[in-house]
């Protein structure tokens, strides 16, 4: 994982005071949404929570970062566009769904197909030997299901309860 | 309008269309609805507005810019109006005897050297009635105080717009700078050591009023009243009281006197009482060339706040309300003067020259913050207020203003409210790429 290259105006102060000019802050807005998805994507991230340090939101070397007032309404920007959910009902847990659900779904489908494989548990899909350096490593557990969901819904897996929730498995169809 | 110019003498304007006053001139009474007519029917102005000063009968035609006068020294005899039946149904009208000059011009050396005399009539079609203005032209007329000062430099100036056969010997007069006006002895006043020893003692008077006056508020509070007629008596003795000083000294400290009071501030005040209904209007006039150098040197634009109170100080004793001002600022939309009345979006309200433009103080904020250091630190009130030349409190609001515009952005950091350029405008949005 190479270093996270931030856009040059992370150094500008303005960039972490909430602007009140509705069309300066509609593009402020945008900015940090892209800023956000991309910053989650380097990092395998997909839970931000508003009541913990999250190191994107602050710039030590310029002393600035955002309000929690600025941090929500960057999160429900990327909610309305439909790139991220919030996980409670407080709105404190934020999934961000840098990738969508659907092309999880797809990813996992054409993972399986490539490699024959026709069972394997949730945990072996997020953190075992053969998806070790593909994209489906470290997936967050939640996505994954919903992903997992999807293709049942389109009849190519069916998910399986083991003992424990370790166990927890999907079999795939094998066409 | 040819006929009568030929008669009468014309009135320079300031730039907002108010008359420009003799030196020691002080305007009495104003009324509107006037027409001035000749009484042969050579000619009349129609509908004017009138203004009585202690020196000359002014006609002012707003529309048109354009004003006339009637120097009070060539009016000779004024006719009562008679009472009849007739008269209560027909305007009311002033008649008086104006004395000519050879070549028809009004005489402003009165009786002496005219050589003839016409009829003027002042018809009174305004809400006010002829009554108080009779009674103070009267009075104006007695009081003669054209004769007691003619300021050199204002009298000369006078003299080139109007023909020098007009001017007649007055102007040779006019050369002699500091010549004693002439003075009516009165011979209960006369003695040297006795005046100067008055002097001492009024000057005695005045230096402990503004010492106890100055001590605490409560202090002027309780002077206030006394502060304002002595500032009165001290104008009136000024304009009229000549009698005491036969001395060279004391004429020396007197013109300075006036000089001083002159240039503190404006002679002749436009006040309630003598502008009446017609106070609004011609107070908004006023103030717009008053206001002039202020907003000239506040960088085009003036708090409204510091421009009561620099109107306030010239004005001296007759003190206008910041109702009064306000409405002033307001009338300024109705009339042809270079300013205007500006409220910012926080509610503060500025008198900015109409020539500032807005787009000129946006190019230089922009350049301002585009060039070293503020690029990076962004600028403040403060840095503002020194680039633009105007207080940081204006400065601050014509920041935020900028800032509505899209000009700038702000940073609501450790070190206050600091404002950059909008650089987020300059960034062209990519679309976000599906699942990427």
Not at chain 2, 274 to 301: C, E, I, N, T
Request: proline residues 4%.
């Amino acid at each position: 994982m190479g270093e996270f290259s931030f856009p040059y105006f992370y150094n500008y102060p303005p960039y972490f005071t909430l602007q009140p000019m509705k069309d300066t802050r509609d593009k402020q807005i945008q900015l940090w949404k892209e800023l956000i998805l991309k910053y989650c994507k380097h990092h395998k991230l997909f839970l931000i929570d508003l009541e913990e340090e999250f190191a994107l939101f602050e710039n030590t070397s310029i002393q600035r970062k955002l309000t929690f007032e600025a941090r929500e309404q960057f999160l429900s920007a990327l909610i309305a566009d439909g790139r991220a959910e919030w996980l409670d009902k407080n709105h404190r847990k934020c999934l961000i769904l840098w990738r969508r659900i659907e092309d999880w779904a797809d990813s996992l489908l054409n993972f399986v197909r490539e490699n024959g494989i026709e069972l394997m548990t949730l945990e072996e899909i997020i953190s075992g030997d053969e998806t070790y350096g593909t994209e489906l490593a470290g997936l967050d557990r939640g996505v994954l299901v919903r992903a997992v969901k999807i293709l049942e819904q389109r009849g190519k897996a069916a998910m399986f309860k083991g003992s424990s929730t370790d166990d927890d498995g999907v079999k795939f169809s094998p066409n | 309008m040819e006929a009568c110019a030929r008669v009468l003498q014309l009135v320079q304007l300031t730039a907002s269309g108010r008359p420009r006053l003799e030196s020691g001139e002080v305007e009495c009474q104003l009324l509107d609805g006037i027409d001035l007519e000749e009484d042969s029917g050579k000619w009349a102005l129609k509908s004017g507005i009138l203004s009585l000063t202690t020196h000359r009968l002014l006609w002012l035609d707003e529309r048109l810019m354009k004003a006339s006068a009637v120097p009070l020294g060539s009016i000779g005899q004024v006719y009562a109006s008679k009472k009849s039946l007739k008269s209560m149904f027909s305007t009311p009208r002033l008649k008086f005897q104006v004395w000519t000059q050879k070549d028809g011009r009004v005489s402003s050396q009165g009786q002496d050297g005219a050589a003839g005399s016409i009829v003027l009539s002042i018809l009174f079609k305004g809400r006010t009635g002829p009554d108080s203005f009779v009674q103070r032209f009267g009075e104006v007329v007695k009081a003669q105080a054209w004769k007691v000062n003619m300021a050199p430099q204002i009298r000369s100036s006078l003299d080139e717009s109007v023909p020098a056969g007009e001017a007649g010997p007055s102007s040779g007069t006019a050369n002699i700078p500091r010549r004693p006006p002439p003075t009516k002895i009165n011979p209960a006043m006369a003695g040297v050591s006795g005046i100067l020893r008055k002097e001492q003692e009024q000057q005695e008077e005045v230096d402990k009023n503004m010492k106890e006056a100055f001590q605490d508020l409560n202090g002027l509070m309780s002077k206030a009243k006394e502060m304002v007629q002595l500032a009165e008596k001290m104008r009136a003795r000024l304009l009229q009281g000549q009698s005491a000083g036969t001395d060279e000294e004391g004429m020396g400290t007197k013109q300075e006197m006036q000089d001083w009071m002159l240039s503190v501030g404006i002679a002749s005040p436009v006040t309630k009482e003598s502008a009446g209904a017609l106070y609004h209007q011609q107070l908004s006039r006023q103030l717009a060339d008053f206001v002039k150098d202020p907003v000239q040197r506040a960088g085009g634009m003036l708090a409204l706040i510091d421009a009561y109170c620099l109107f306030n100080r010239a004005r001296g004793t007759e003190l206008i309300s910041p109702e009064d001002l306000l409405t002033a600022c307001t009338v300024w939309a109705t009339i042809d003067v270079p300013f205007r009345l500006r409220k910012f979006d926080s509610g503060v309200m500025v008198i900015q020259s109409v020539s500032q433009s807005d787009e000129e103080v946006f190019m230089r904020l922009t350049a301002l913050v585009k060039s070293g250091e503020a690029a990076k630190m962004g600028i403040g009130a403060t840095e503002a207020a020194r680039a633009l030349g105007m207080a940081p409190a204006l400065a601050k609001e014509q920041l935020l203003a900028a800032e509505s515009r899209g000009i700038l952005c702000r940073d609501d950091g450790a070190d206050g409210l600091r404002f950059f350029h909008n650089f987020f405008m300059d960034i062209s949005i990519t679309t976000l790429q599906e699942g990427s």
